[in-house]
T-cell receptor, first 110, second 115 residues
Framework: DAKTTQPTSMDCAEGRAANLPCNHS???????VYWYRQIHSQGPQYIIHGLKNNETNEMASLIITEDRKSSTLILPHATLRDTAVYYC???????????FGQGTTLQVKP | DGGITQSPKYLFRKEGQNVTLSCEQN?????MYWYRQDPGQGLRLIYYSQIVNDFQKGDIAEGYSVSREKKESFPLTVTSAQKNPTAFYLC??????????????FGQGTRLTVV
């Protein structure tokens, strides 16, 4: 199963873009990249996912490199409520398993 | 509203007792999952089920058991064989048995404390 690697923590100023990187160098061609976030003691919240094209929704943008070995989640205008642990996850094809890494703790500061 | 419900939110048990955590979904999802989360750690997969009456072990299945008799329900039993059961337990569900293009929905978790 493909694994993901993320920085342990990051800071971002309120109102600025937060760029969260993820490495998934062993990803297979039919495995999707998902991003979730978790606020303390709650269930993870879905943000966005993609296969190979860049994706955008009302919450964020996902940029996947052409070789698909890494991706970046972009929160365009971070707010204090975006402070959370962000998980980059590979969804295993056929089984549908979600393999979580350690995540990145994003601290948005005023 | 459709969603996934875990109960109870907090659960206390004495050491050596089995305890069952409930997970119910009304999303008509085929697949359901159980994860364990320890303080400051990511989620680790315990068991998952892609279809009724079938389930597979995840990475840390020892000391746990599950059943999937109904599509909407996937209860997790923490047995006395689980050496360190105190943790935050999360249940999730996805539409479809595999592939990768559908998001997972998570419950709000059950915090189990064994004393």
């Amino acid at each position: 199963d493909a694994k993901t690697t993320q920085p342990t923590s990051m800071d971002c100023a309120e109102g600025r873009a937060a760029n969260l990187p993820c490495n998934h160098s062993t990803i297979s061609g039919n495995e999707y990249v998902y991003w979730y976030r978790q606020i303390h003691s709650q269930g993870p919240q879905y943000i966005i996912h993609g296969l190979k094209n860049n994706e955008t929704n009302e919450m964020a943008s996902l940029i996947i490199t052409e070789d698909r070995k890494s991706s970046t989640l972009i929160l365009p205008h971070a707010t204090l409520r975006d402070t959370a642990v962000y998980y980059c996850i590979v969804r295993v094809a056929w089984t549908g398993k979600l393999i979580f890494g350690q995540g990145t703790t994003l601290q948005v500061k005023p | 509203d459709g969603g996934i419900t875990q109960s109870p939110k907090y659960l206390f048990r004495k050491e050596g007792q089995n305890v069952t955590l409930s997970c119910e979904q009304n999303l008509n999802h085929d697949a359901m999952y159980w994860y364990r989360q320890d303080p400051g750690q990511g989620l680790r997969l315990i068991y998952y089920s892609q279809i009724v009456n079938d389930f597979q072990k995840g990475d840390i299945a020892e000391g746990y058991s599950v059943s999937r008799e109904k599509k909407e329900s996937f209860p997790l039993t923490v047995t006395s064989a689980q050496k360190n059961p105190t943790a935050f337990y999360l249940c999730a569900s996805t539409m479809g048995q595999g592939g990768g293009s559908t998001e997972a929905f998570f419950g709000q978790g059950t915090r189990l404390t064994v004393v």
